[in-house]
């Protein structure tokens, strides 16, 4: 029992009754940082990951859409690189890859430099400034090459750049600048000591990849393969973030949604969707079989879930959501979909207010 005035908390409880806390499962979202603690199955990878950037100056992990290559980076590897004291910056390349790496530089470089108090330190900061317009300006890959060397003047750490989501550079990125920023990374990591680029790409694009001959030379480095978990992984993922909670699945419910899943590549945010539907309907501190046949099982979750949200719609609000999903996909081209961001005005004032109700 708590010994505090204030009403007692779920763990002073030993999590046996009271109100559930929120779910520590992610639904259809990675995990970040943030939720490093409730991130399992990938400790052996992870493991990989950390000793190829510390040693190499290209990590490509490759995966299936949905194998949880982003995860495993920024709830897994980051959190490691970190408690090490390493210097991390990531980004998406989006539509302006040398736009996007430039502002990610400038919002890092403060922080980098506060780690060093010589004057070189303001000096060097002043020159990012110069350098990042250099960027934008001319797509120049050498100077994207002096940025980083700048920033690694002031931490005598590795420096690491991770780009997630690399299918961008394919799918969102104008022609004209995909091959200049191609080589802008080619020459860092060729030429900056000291310093590592990671990246997550779908495997449907390697082609893409590999058919620019000099990207496809360094890749020969070696791919980290984001590969379906096998069996005790899958457990590790559906029981422990609700064993942290001390919340418990009756049992054969772990079996059964490993027994569903199969080997279908790409499932992991389906399973982790489910679990999330079946903590919304928790029967005090259990995850129940009964939970998961409401729910339509892991086959039907995301459909059932998915009609409760546009079936109440009026007609004409159906076509628009039509209309509003189908600007949040890029068609591929030999590939699967990919997703896009729209923006407000893509989208239309007249079809902003739905926007607003379904997010």
């Known amino acids: 029992v708590s010994t505090k005035d204030e009403p007692p908390l779920w763990q002073d409880l030993g999590g046996l009754t009271g109100k559930l806390p929120d779910s520590p499962y992610r639904g259809l979202l990675a995990f970040g940082e943030e939720e490093k603690e409730y991130f399992f199955g990938r400790d052996k990878f992870v493991g990989e990951l950390l000793e190829a950037v510390n040693t190499k100056s290209l990590v490509p992990i490759i995966g299936a859409s949905g194998s949880g290559k982003s995860s495993v980076v920024f709830a ?152 379906p978990m096998n069996t005790e992984e899958l457990r590790a993922v559906i029981e422990q973030p609700a064993a942290k909670m001390k919340v418990e699945l009756e049992s054969g419910l772990a079996d059964k949604l490993i027994d569903e899943l199969g080997n279908q590549a790409g499932s992991l945010p389906l399973l982790e969707f489910t679990l999330l539907q079946l903590w919304k309907k928790h029967d005090k501190w259990y995850l129940t079989h009964q939970a998961y046949k409401e729910i339509g099982g892991l086959k039907q979750a995301l459909a059932q879930y998915a009609d409760g949200i546009l079936n109440p719609l009026s007609a004409a609000d159906k076509e628009k959501a039509e209309r509003i999903f189908i600007q949040l996909i890029s068609p591929g081209e030999g590939t699967e979909d990919t997703k896009r961001k729209a923006t407000r005005g893509e989208v239309g004032e007249d079809n902003w207010g739905l926007v607003e109700k379904l997010a």
């Open 76 to 227: 897994g590897l980051v959190p490691r690189l970190r408690e090490i004291g390493m210097q991390i910056v990531s980004f998406r390349p989006g539509s302006n890859p040398f736009d996007n790496l430039a502002i990610c530089l400038r919002h890092h470089a403060p922080r980098i430099a506060l780690k060093s108090l010589s004057k070189k330190a303001e000096v060097n900061n002043h020159r990012l400034e110069e350098l990042e317009l250099e960027i934008n300006r001319e797509n120049d890959e050498q100077a994207l090459f002096r940025l980083i060397e700048d920033l690694k003047t002031l931490t005598s750490q590795r420096f690491i750049l991770i780009i997630d989501q690399f299918e961008e550079l394919y799918t969102l990125t104008p022609e004209a600048q995909q091959q200049p920023f191609l080589n802008a990374l080619l020459y860092a990591v060729k030429h900056i000591p000291n310093f590592c680029l990671v990246f997550t790409l779908r495997a449907d694009f390697y082609g893409h990849a590999i058919s620019h001959r000099e990207f496809s030379d360094v890749l020969q480095q070696g791919i980290y393969n984001s590969s």
